[in-house]
């Protein structure tokens, strides 16, 4: 009798593990499909704000970011380099480290890093060639002590010759 018991459980546990692994490959391929559907909405958006004119523009004149949200919002930047040397930003945190893209963020909240909390925007690495033109997708947070309301950041892009183009952005923290 406890030798069909210990057969029965070994069975038993085979084709608990069995359903386990099926359903976590099940959920696995759906998470990696839904993360594919978000790539292509962020390359449209992209393609979208590439053929807005001018050499610098973003898709929106304004963001809403939720305070907190570890995901952040997206934020669509169109940049042509109409100069002759190669255009290049290194990415990461545009803010806290500036170099060819710069932002400034006020509302009488400048800067907010005394508590630890700010409005962070990250920016992937840009290099662009002379009268190249491409879209990105920065993300932009709210951190947890972040106030609530409206921000104006101010985007700066200094070219190679030292020339500069400036958008104001609004940012709405909800």
Not at 13 to 19: D, S
Not at 82 to 105: L, M, R
């Amino acid at each position: 009798m406890s030798l069909n018991l210990i057969i029965m459980l070994v069975i038993g546990l085979t084709l608990m593990g069995l359903v386990i692994g099926f359903v976590t490959s099940f959920l696995g391929n759906a998470e990696s499909s839904f993360t594919d559907k978000l790539s292509e909405d962020d390359q449209t958006k992209i393609d979208q704000v590439k053929r807005e004119s001018g050499s610098f523009a973003f898709l929106s004149s304004s963001v809403k970011v939720v305070q907190g949200d570890k995901k952040g919002s997206k934020l669509y930047l169109k940049i042509r380099n109409p100069y002759a040397n190669t255009f290049t930003h290194a990415g990461g945190d545009i803010v806290s480290s500036p170099d060819a893209i710069s932002v400034t963020i006020a509302d009488g909240q400048v800067d907010e890093s005394g508590t630890g909390d700010s409005l962070i925007i990250q920016s992937p690495p840009i290099s662009l060639d002379s009268g190249n033109s491409d879209g990105y997708a920065l993300s932009v947070y709210a951190q947890n002590g972040v106030s609530l309301g409206t921000f104006y950041a101010t985007f700066v892009i200094t070219h190679s010759d030292s020339s500069t183009e400036t958008k104001v952005l609004t940012i709405n923290v909800e």
